[in-house]
């Protein structure tokens, strides 16, 4: 084992439910890789079953400039004292150690950047906080020769800033094997109403789950099933319980991606509301659309370009201007009351699922790490 090439791939979560991260170690290791990956582990961290080496750092600090500060630090210690001949660096919150262990051992290093780091909006709403992330951004990314990021929006925003367009890879899902699908009755779920969805680890501030779950007040035959977890999660419930709508919403925790598609193949409707409120959010292209593609379920999305894009090319959706509640509304009435329209948006979502190949992704991302040589 010790004579193959090794790998350290770095993440600040916990380590459960990054599909992104998960692909990118199995195709290291199919490149001849000894892949290890790190992250941290929390109270309620589910346990983990990898085809590779995991490291999860139990950590003083869960939130804020003291937990970044004490993860770089660890994951500098840690880098510096492993053997690799690769560091991948997921986020800009993991790329300052990686950078200056890759520096002072010679490895080469990738940047994989899910997200418009340094614009999501809890940065925009603390500048200084902010101007701290993008000078270490300012620093390091010119000097990168190996950058990878999520869709074409910010691929061409940061060849904007810097002039490097990273390699694109989106987080189009490869086919795995879900399970057998369990009834609406074995998921606890209702036979008698429609079903709306919104899943994923980031349900945050501006992403529209305070709009939909406010929707709900004026759409009893519906319910709302908001699947993960996110900064909006304490909101959400307080908003919950004081409209009495815990019979129309019903907020379930994160969970292995098997279980999770269990509840998304039995609904009908997927939502992904992002606002246009900054630019991170603005290019976003989110794996719950092409999830909710792959469960054979049309999406309602708000009008941004990477996410209607895909929706209004396909015809496998509905795109509304903003995520009003009143817009929710009528959409969602008009979506339910046109059987043949539901149909068809049912239809052209497979066929999206079908065309949006996940296959050409992992290739997209094989070529990276083989050009390292």
């Not at 080496?53 to 630090?73: C, S």
């Not at 090319?313 to 009351?337: C, F, M, N, Q």
Request: hydrophobic share 45%; charged share 25%.
């Amino acid at each position: 084992m010790y004579h193959m090439r090794r790998a350290i791939v770095t993440v600040t979560n916990d380590l459960v439910t990054d599909n992104r991260v998960h692909r990118t170690c199995v195709v290291l290791q199919e490149l001849g890789y000894n892949v290890l990956l790190v992250g941290r582990v929390l109270p309620r961290s589910a346990v983990l079953d990898r085809p590779y080496e995991t490291k999860r750092m139990r950590l003083l600090f869960n939130k804020g400039a003291l937990f970044y500060a004490e993860y770089n630090v660890r994951l500098f210690f840690l880098l510096l004292f492993s053997r690799f001949s690769l560091v991948v660096a997921n986020d800009l919150d993991t790329l300052l150690a990686g950078f200056l262990a890759s520096k002072m051992k010679g490895g080469e290093l990738v940047y994989d950047s899910h997200e418009y780091f340094t614009e999501v909006p809890e940065l925009a709403a603390r500048p200084a906080v902010r101007r701290v992330w993008l000078s270490i951004e300012r620093w390091i990314f010119p000097k990168l020769k190996k950058v990878i990021t999520v869709n074409d929006s910010i691929a061409d925003a940061y060849k904007d800033r810097y002039g490097l367009r990273p390699a694109v890879v989106r987080n189009i899902p490869m086919p795995r094997e879900l399970g057998a699908l369990q009834s609406r009755a074995e998921l606890g779920l209702p036979t008698d109403r429609s079903i709306l969805i919104m899943q994923g680890s980031g349900i945050n501030v501006q992403r529209g789950a305070e709009e939909a779950v406010l929707a709900m007040k004026e759409l009893p035959g519906c319910l709302l099933l908001l699947v993960g977890g996110g900064d909006a999660w304490p909101v959400l419930e307080q908003l919950v319980k004081d409209h009495g709508l815990a019979d129309r919403v019903r907020m379930l925790p994160r969970m292995p991606y098997e279980a999770m598609m269990q509840y998304t193949r039995k609904a009908d409707l997927g939502l992904s509301l992002d606002k246009d409120t900054n630019l991170n959010y603005r290019f976003s292209l989110p794996n719950k659309l092409f999830d909710y593609f792959r469960a054979g379920i049309p999406a309602l999305v708000t009008d941004l370009p990477e996410v209607a894009g895909i929706v209004r090319k396909y015809d496998a959706g509905i795109v509304l201007p903003s995520p009003e509640p009143e817009l929710i509304v009528e959409a969602v009435r008009k979506w339910a009351a046109d059987a043949p329209r539901t149909a068809a948006l049912r239809r052209n979502a497979t066929f999206a699922a079908v065309s949006l190949d996940g296959q050409r992704e992992l290739e997209a991302l094989k070529a990276v790490f083989q050009e390292l040589g």
